[in-house]
C-alpha cells in the first residue's frame, strides 16, 4: 500500500513559482513511476509530468515543458514539481500518483496507468 500527501500549493501571480511536494510512504514507494496531473475546474484531469524512481528518467507535458521541473529526493521519499513562469492556464488542483514502473514514461500518461493518488493541492494563479 501507497500513500500520497500533496503540499505547496497557494496564490502566486502570473511569472510567479511555487514549488510541489508529494510525500510518499510505503515499502513500495520508491519502485513506482510517480506522476502529477492537475484538473482545472470543469476540465478533465491532465497529465503534466513524471518520473522514475530508479534513475530519475522524466517526462513532460508540451504545455510545461521548459517551464516545470520533476525532481525527487531519496532520503525524504518526496518526489517535487518546480513550477516556473506560472501562467493563468496552470491554475488548477494538482495531484501526485504513483503508478507501474514497467511502462515507458512517455506511455504513462493516461490516469488509468496509475494506482494510488494524492488529495491533490490547489494552485491558484492570478493575472
Known amino acids: 500500500q501507497v500513500q500520497l500527501v500533496e503540499s505547496g500549493g497557494g496564490l502566486v501571480q502570473a511569472g510567479g513559482s511555487l514549488r510541489l511536494s508529494c510525500a510518499g510512504s510505503g515499502s513500495t514507494f520508491r519502485s513506482y513511476t510517480i506522476g502529477w496531473f492537475r484538473q482545472a475546474l470543469g476540465n478533465e484531469r491532465q497529465f503534466v509530468a513524471n518520473?522514475?524512481?530508479?534513475?530519475?528518467?522524466?517526462h513532460y507535458a508540451e504545455s510545461v515543458k521548459g517551464r516545470f521541473t520533476i525532481s525527487r529526493d531519496n532520503a525524504k521519499n518526496t518526489v517535487y514539481l518546480q513550477m516556473n513562469t506560472l501562467k493563468p492556464e496552470d491554475m488548477a488542483t494538482y495531484y501526485c500518483a504513483a503508478g507501474t514502473p514497467y511502462f515507458p514514461l512517455d506511455n504513462m500518461q493516461r490516469e488509468a496507468r496509475y494506482d494510488y493518488w494524492g488529495q491533490g493541492t490547489q494552485v491558484t494563479v492570478s493575472s
Open positions: 518520473i522514475r524512481w530508479g534513475g530519475g528518467a522524466t
